[in-house]
């Protein structure tokens, strides 16, 4: 299985976990509402998942809330993206 590194980054006082992927860049934010960019970030995550099993990893784990929350959320999203992938491996997608 892949392990994909991820960040969190601030800009203009505004956090988002950034993840780095071969074929391109996934933002989620973290500390404004804005779920187009999450739906955003989802779509890509799953077209991804079309490309084998993998899983993300925060590159630093700061003491800062920020950093905890986003360790927390990928954590979470791991699981989900393991679930998706059989869901889609059940079916015949990947």
């Given at each position: 299985m892949e392990t994909i590194r991820a960040?969190?980054?601030?800009?203009d006082d505004r956090y988002f976990i950034k993840i780095n992927t071969e074929n391109m860049e996934i933002?989620?934010?973290m500390s404004d509402d804005k779920p187009n960019e999450v739906k955003s970030a989802f779509n890509k995550i799953i077209t991804r998942i079309k490309g084998g099993e993998f899983q993300i990893k925060l590159e630093e784990i700061g003491e800062d809330l920020f950093s905890l929350v986003a360790n927390e959320y990928l954590t979470q999203l791991n699981r989900e993206i393991q679930e998706v992938h059989g869901v889609m491996k059940q079916y015949g997608l990947v």
């Open positions: 960040t969190v980054e601030s800009l933002r989620i934010p």
